[in-house]
T-cell receptor
Framework: GENVEQHPSTLSVQEGDSAVIKCTYS??????FPWYKQELGKGPQLIID?????GEKKDQRIAVTLNKTAKHFSLHITETQPEDSAVYFC???????????FGKGNQVVVIP | DGGITQSPKYLFRKEGQNVTLSCEQN?????MYWYRQDPGQGLRLIYY???????QKGDIAEGYSVSREKKESFPLTVTSAQKNPTAFYLC????????????????FGEGSRLTVL
């Protein structure tokens, strides 16, 4: 089955700086790569996703890039703010299947 | 408000006891899921259901059981056979698999934290 690795496990950034989280996946057939944000004591919430037919997608301060050849995808957060502090999960799977393989999560801490 | 409600938020159980976690959704979603989250671990799928009266095992189903008698409800029972039941349990739902409108998004509840004493 699909295996998703997520690095680094913890990331601290100064407010206003950029944060980048990288994930690798093992199944070359995977075509859907969402990112979920989990705030303390809450359930994860989808923040952005990308399908394998595009290489990059942006939504305001967040963006996701996909390199199918290398089988990795990354989340980029620009101009970080304290409310960006959370655990971020990447996942991989087949679009419409909804059965995703999740990474272990990345704790992002934005230092004011 | 539309969403997923999990209860209880915190639960303590003695070893050898079964416990049932509730999950209710009013999003009119056909598919529902149970995930387990452990510290420093990703989300691991326990069971999922695509339609009423049908469900499938996920990656770590041993020691758990579910039922899907109503579209809105997908309770999870953690049995005494589960060797390490202390964890954070998340329920999720999504639009029916295979529909053209299915974007793949999972909608999560706020979780139930189970502690076995």
């Amino acid at each position: 089955g699909e295996n998703v690795e997520q690095h680094p496990s913890t990331l601290s950034v100064q407010e206003g700086d950029s944060a980048v989280i990288k994930c690798t996946y093992s199944d070359s057939a995977s075509n859907y790569f969402p990112w979920y944000k989990q705030e303390l004591g809450k359930g994860p919430q989808l923040i952005i996703d990308i399908r394998s037919n595009v290489g990059e997608k942006k939504d305001q301060r967040i963006a996701v890039t996909l390199n199918k050849t290398a089988k990795h995808f990354s989340l980029h957060i620009t101009e970080t703010q304290p409310e960006d502090s959370a655990v971020y999960f990447c996942a991989a799977g087949y679009y419409g299947n909804n059965r995703l393989a999740f990474g272990k999560g990345n704790q992002v801490v934005v230092i004011p | 408000d539309g969403g997923i409600t999990q209860s209880p938020k915190y639960l303590f159980r003695k070893e050898g006891q079964n416990v049932t976690l509730s999950c209710e959704q009013n999003l009119n979603h056909d598919a529902m899921y149970w995930y387990r989250q452990d510290p420093g671990q990703g989300l691991r799928l326990i069971y999922y259901s695509q339609i009423v009266n049908d469900f499938q095992k996920g990656d770590i189903a041993e020691g758990y059981s579910v039922s899907r008698e109503k579209k809105e409800s997908f309770p999870l029972t953690v049995t005494s056979a589960q060797k390490n039941p202390t964890a954070f349990y998340l329920c999720a739902s999504s639009i029916s698999l295979g529909l053209a409108t299915n974007t793949g998004e999972l909608f999560f509840g706020e979780g139930s934290r189970l502690t076995v004493l």
